[in-house]
């Protein structure tokens, strides 16, 4: 099992900052691949970011690429997700998840989720 805590969300302005943390516990962190994805009212649950375990490989979704940026610190057992240019279609609750066996795009194919922290971006 891998627990999931996500932290550093919350309310900024449009064109403002923020950084998400992901604390893992459990088995041992640098096997894993990790994901961000995220979730607005009435919308499925989307990609955001990946990093593979040992941080070689980054992964973004169009929508972010350029604004957004993914790292880890394996020594910490965290990942984070750097916001910046934040814009107001960014509000959404944002998961990290956990899976084994590559980075994916795909929420299915991840085994341990977060609880979630709310990003508000107003414009």
């Known amino acids: 099992q891998v627990q999931l805590v996500e932290s550093g969300g919350g309310l900024v302005q449009a064109g403002g900052s923020l950084r998400l943390s992901c604390a893992a516990s459990?088995?041992?962190?640098?096997?894993?691949?990790m994901g961000w994805f995220r979730q607005a009212p009435g919308n499925e649950r989307e990609f955001v970011a990946a990093?593979?375990?040992?941080?070689?490989?980054?992964y973004y979704a169009d929508s972010v690429k350029g604004r957004f940026t993914i790292s880890r610190d394996n020594a910490k057992n965290t990942v984070y997700l750097q916001m910046n240019s934040l814009k107001p279609e960014d509000t959404a609750v944002y998961y990290c998840?956990?899976?084994?066996?590559?980075?994916?795009?795909?929420?299915?194919?991840?085994?341990?989720w977060g609880q979630g922290t709310q990003v508000s971006v107003s414009s």
């Open positions: 990093i593979r375990f040992s941080g070689s490989s980054t």
């Open positions: 998840a956990a899976r084994r066996g590559g980075p994916s795009l795909v929420r299915y194919e991840y085994d341990y």
């Open positions: 459990g088995r041992t962190f640098n096997n894993y691949d």
